[in-house]
């Protein structure tokens, strides 16, 4: 037997929307900026769980975590670390990277008009 499903993707994009949406997004300073932009991110405004994700790919990309007990960071001597004020933190603690957040974002409203 063969089941051939042609799957049809239907993006949320398609769906009909006219009247333009206000979106609240996060604009990083120009520091924090730079680390997301490390990780692989593009755009000037992003939305808290975007920059949770590129402080995460950053995290990982240059190997800061420590590799026996991966809940901890050590940024110690990295830009990340400047921003933080601090050498090291763990997940389970992460008011460090919470509060350099308050600090280094700004909030905008971003208006998306659809296409
Ligand atoms: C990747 C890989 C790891 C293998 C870590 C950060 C926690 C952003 C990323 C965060 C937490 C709370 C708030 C905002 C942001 C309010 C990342 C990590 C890791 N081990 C620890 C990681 O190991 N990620 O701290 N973040």
Redesign the pocket.
């Given at each position: 037997m063969s089941s051939s499903t042609s799957t049809q993707y239907l993006s949320p994009e398609s769906a009909c929307r006219t009247s333009p949406q206000q979106v609240k997004q996060l604009r990083p300073k120009p520091l924090l900026l730079k680390i997301l932009r490390a990780a692989g991110a593009q755009g000037e405004t992003f939305t808290l769980k975007e920059?949770?994700h590129y402080?995460?790919e950053y995290?990982?990309k240059k190997q800061l975590?420590d590799k026996k007990q991966?809940?901890?960071?050590y940024c110690g001597g990295d830009q990340l670390g400047d921003l933080l004020g601090c050498e090291s933190?763990s997940?389970n603690d992460?008011r460090p990277?919470?509060e350099m957040?308050k600090r280094n974002v700004t909030s905008v409203t971003v208006t998306v008009t659809a296409e």
């Open positions: 920059l949770v402080l995460g995290i990982s975590y991966q809940h901890m960071v933190f997940v992460p990277v919470y957040l």
